[in-house]
């Protein structure tokens, strides 16, 4: 059993930033990849980022690429969305997950943090 919490959502006007953080406990955190998914209200859980076990391969949403960094710390057991030039339309909740495989199926999520950004 993994176990994920996401911290650091919040308010923030249209072109500023936020950091989400997600601490992970329970089984080797280096064994999972871990990605990142936001849901917006009346709408699905959509894919936003996602990192291997060893931090050295990530891959982004179209809509994010350029304005999101993901990264690990492998130390701290933890993984991080950095969220620059944010947009009214990143508005959503935003969960981590952790897996055995990159891009595949998820096991574990997280409870999910709320970032609403105004225009």
């Known amino acids: 059993q993994v176990h994920l919490v996401e911290s650091g959502g919040g308010l923030v006007q249209a072109g500023g930033s936020l950091r989400l953080s997600c601490a992970a406990s329970g089984r080797t955190f280096t064994n999972y990849a871990l990605g990142w998914f936001r849901q917006a209200p009346g709408k699905e859980r959509r894919f936003v980022a996602a990192i291997n076990q060893s931090g050295r391969t990530t891959y982004y949403a179209d809509s994010v690429k350029g304005r999101f960094t993901i990264a690990r710390d492998n130390a701290k057991n933890t993984v991080y969305l950095q969220m620059n030039s944010l947009k009214p339309e990143d508005t959503a909740v935003y969960f981590c997950?952790?897996?055995?495989?990159?891009?595949?199926?998820?096991?574990?999520w997280g409870q999910g943090t709320q970032v609403t950004v105004s225009s």
């Open positions: 997950a952790a897996g055995l495989t990159i891009l595949t199926k998820y096991d574990y």
